[in-house]
Nanobody, 125 residues
Framework: QVQVVESGGGLVQTGGSLRLSCAASGPTGSYGMGWFRQASGKEREIVAAINWSGGSSYYADSVKGRFTISRDLAKNTVFLQMNSLKPEDTAVYYC???????????????????WGQGTQVTVSS
């Protein structure tokens, strides 16, 4: 069983930055990772995703140029650097993992097997 734990959320003003971390532990293997978010009253949506090696990634249009996803294979950790934050970025952010190899990146919630508990990000105007 893979365990996924997020950290790094908090309250920030518009234009500020936050860095989310996601630590994965459990059976070894090739895992693609994704960051999703869910705002109050809305469906969960993809923010960014990265393949098992870090060689390919995906960003939602709403965060392109502002957010960066990266991973540290040695530490089994994925990061989401969020810059130029806007009030509409306010949501609970979830990290998820799925066993997949190659350069494939999964972008839908249903494609992910393991989920963290979520971390709140609030951007004040």
């Amino acid at each position: 069983q893979v365990q996924v734990v997020e950290s790094g959320g908090g309250l920030v003003q518009t234009g500020g930055s936050l860095r989310l971390s996601c630590a994965a532990s459990g059976p070894t293997g090739s895992y693609g990772m994704g960051w999703f978010r869910q705002a109050s009253g809305k469906e969960r949506e993809i923010v960014a995703a990265i393949n098992w090696s870090g060689g390919s990634s995906y960003y939602a249009d709403s965060v392109k140029g502002r957010f960066t996803i990266s991973r540290d294979l040695a530490k089994n950790t994925v990061f989401l650097q969020m810059n130029s934050l806007k009030p509409e970025d306010t949501a609970v952010y979830y990290c998820a993992a799925t066993r997949i190899s190659g350069f494939a990146v999964r972008t839908t919630p249903g494609a992910y097997t393991y989920w963290g508990q979520g971390t709140q990000v609030t951007v004040s105007s």
